[in-house]
């Protein structure tokens, strides 16, 4: 799996220095979820999609809770001044993974049982996105985590429109939603201490090299990674930067690492990869048999496609730095593990879909 290569290329030289004598910590919990996540996705992709239709009141609820989780004293767990993560069982994950797949599944049946109402302003829109509001509120004002927020509500947008709401309402209520939304992050991280460093990310992105030692560092360092690898990069494991210069560069910034050692082309043909894999979930989504099926199909697209897109600009400063990884690649067992499932429901929906 080019991954877990990646994993073990990007990680060893962060695993060497935390541990002292083993550069393949990060690798060794990668493969063995990685095993799991594929052995779990076959499973599911044996298993009936609609059957997933039944609990998608209970997938909202537990949502929701595994979101509130953070605050729970012996179960939260907070890392860089965020409150992101939870452990339960000696597995420390963050609950906002779980999150998208369970509004995925309720979105595609409550859109399923109310197409008929898709078409009204209130009915339509601003009812469908009420239900974003709680997950919004705790996702942003509890754990900070504004790149959670902006991949649910831009997946969730995708699911109305395929259902049938109107793009009129997106253009207009949904701009000026998005205008106040913005006016109002800016403020508060301007006037409070809470979400400053998102003015000091778009600020280095505008001019990383105004900071170099700050917090233009990770983008220009990336930058370096890139260039460095030129058409077929200097080799694979022979990355300069992941040496301490980018900060962690097994998770967010591993397709920087992966740029300097397999160079444009290897670039290119990753890219491929995402460009077939949604290429193939948008026919997976066309042919299913029923709307639920195609509404699942795409909100999972969605989720992989965008997560790769955000994660590459961010990678390329082609816009300010989020804390999103790239799907498959990035080092995250319980990630991987999410979609891995994720995706055996949509190989079910395309075996399904192959059967019509």
Known sequence: DSGLIMVLSASSPTSLAETGDDSYSYFRKQAIFAVVGIIAMLFISKIDYRFWKKFYK????????????????GIGVSSGGASRWIKILGVQFQPSELAKIGLIIFYASYLTDHKDE????????????????????????????????IIIVAVVGIMMLMAGSRLKYFLTA???????????????????????FRLARITSFLNPWADKQGDGWQVIQSLYAIGSGGLFGVGLGQSKQKYLYISEPHTDFIFAVLAEELGFVGCAVVIALFCVF???GVLTAMKAPDMFGSLVAIGITSLIGLQAIINIAVVTSSMPVTGMPLPFFSYGVTSLLILL??????????RASSKV
């Open 341 to 350: 499932c994720s995706v055996g429901v949509l190989l079910n929906i395309s």
């Open 174 to 196: 949904g701009t000026a939603a998005g205008v106040l939304g913005a006016a109002g992050l800016y403020l508060m991280a301007k006037f409070t201490s809470k979400g400053a």
């Open 278 to 280: 949604i290429w193939r």
């Open 118 to 149: 898709l078409k009204g302003f209130y009915t339509g829109f601003i009812k469908p996105f009420l239900y974003l509001v709680p997950v919004i509120l705790i996702l942003i004002l509890i754990q900070d985590h504004l790149s959670a927020t």
């Open 58 to 73: 209970i997938a909202y609820w537990v949502s929701i809770i595994l979101l509130l989780m953070v605050l729970i004293p």
